[in-house]
């Protein structure tokens, strides 16, 4: 197998990976970070779920749209 082609196959299946955890991350409430002198800081993830899911969500459309240019080109 070509290597451009393993490289594809690796990245869709990594962006589909990353996918399953960033929904897990959008059922995240609050995250909290332990400082020095047990001080807490909680902060929402919700921003940057979302930011990381329309990245993720670009990248399988780009790939997509990259697949179908290659499948249904003319070849003369």
Do not use: G, H
Not at 18 to 37: E, G, H, P, R, T
Request: with cysteine.
């Amino acid at each position: 197998m070509k290597k451009r082609a393993m490289f594809y196959i690796l990245l869709f299946l990594f962006n589909l990976f990353s996918l399953y955890f960033i929904m897990k991350l959008f059922a995240a409430d609050q995250l909290v970070q332990y400082v020095l002198y047990e001080e807490n800081i909680s902060e929402s993830p919700r921003l940057t779920a979302y930011v990381l899911y329309i990245c993720c969500l670009t990248n399988l459309y780009f790939q997509f749209f990259t697949w179908m240019e290659y499948f249904f080109k003319d070849k003369i």
